[in-house]
C-alpha cells in the first residue's frame, strides 16, 4: 500500500511540475453580453415556437489562473490584460431574460466558470439564481412567478480585445431539470462587448 502512495506523489510531482501557471485575482473592463435565440417551452411541447432575449452585465474584477508565467508582466488593473489565454476564470454578473410576447421575464444574478480549450476559444458556464415574473401566462414562455435557476453553456470565441460571440444554451427553471412542469429553454446566439 505505501508504494501506491508513494507512486500518486510522485506522479502529483511530475505533473506539477510540468504545468505551471499563475493565480491572480485581476481587474479588468465591464462587459455586456446580448442574446437571442429559439424558445422550447417544455410545457406545451412546442419547439422553436418564439424567440427569446437574455442581456447580461459582468462585473469587472474575476479571479484567473494563466499558464506560463504570463501574468509576470502585468498588474492588477491593467488595461493590455486580455483574457485571451486564460486557462480559468471565475467572475459573477447579472442577467435579465426575457421573450417576444413582452409578457413574461426572470431578472437574476450568478457567477461564470470560463474554460480555456485552445487560445482565444472558451467552453463557459454560467450558474445563477433569478426571480420569473409571469404576466401573461405560463404557457407562453413555460416560467411561472417565483424563484428560478439559471444554468447557461456558451462555446466562445475571442475576436478582439473588445467582442466576443458564442453559441449557447440557456435553461432556466425552478429546479425540475429534467420534468416538464416549468422550463425555459432558450438556444441562442450571444455577442460580447466589453468597456
Not at 92 to 118: H, L, P, R, T
Not at 158 to 165: E, M, N
Request: proline content about 1%; some cysteine; charged content about 20%.
Amino acid at each position: 500500500m505505501k508504494y501506491i502512495y508513494f507512486f500518486l506523489f510522485l506522479s502529483c510531482q511530475i505533473i506539477s511540475s510540468q504545468v505551471k501557471g499563475d493565480f491572480s485575482i485581476e481587474i479588468s473592463n465591464w462587459q455586456f453580453a446580448a442574446s437571442t435565440g429559439s424558445i422550447t417551452n417544455r410545457i406545451t411541447n412546442k419547439h422553436f415556437e418564439k424567440i427569446g432575449f437574455s442581456a447580461d452585465l459582468y462585473f469587472p474584477f474575476y479571479f484567473a489562473i494563466r499558464k506560463n508565467d504570463s501574468l509576470s508582466k502585468n498588474i492588477l488593473g491593467d488595461k493590455n490584460v486580455t483574457k485571451a489565454n486564460h486557462v480559468f476564470f471565475f467572475r459573477q454578473y447579472v442577467s435579465y431574460v426575457f421573450n417576444e410576447s413582452k409578457g413574461n421575464f426572470a431578472m437574476g444574478f450568478g457567477n461564470q466558470f470560463s474554460f480555456g480549450i485552445i487560445p482565444k476559444l472558451f467552453i463557459d458556464y454560467e450558474l445563477g439564481i433569478s426571480w420569473s415574473e409571469n404576466l401573461l401566462s405560463l404557457n407562453s414562455s413555460g416560467l411561472r412567478r417565483g424563484l428560478s435557476f439559471r444554468h447557461f453553456v456558451v462555446l466562445k470565441k475571442t475576436l478582439s480585445k473588445r467582442f466576443d460571440v458564442g453559441l449557447g444554451f440557456m435553461h432556466l427553471s425552478d429546479g425540475d431539470f429534467f420534468s416538464n412542469k416549468t422550463n425555459y429553454d432558450m438556444t441562442s446566439l450571444r455577442i460580447y462587448y466589453s468597456f
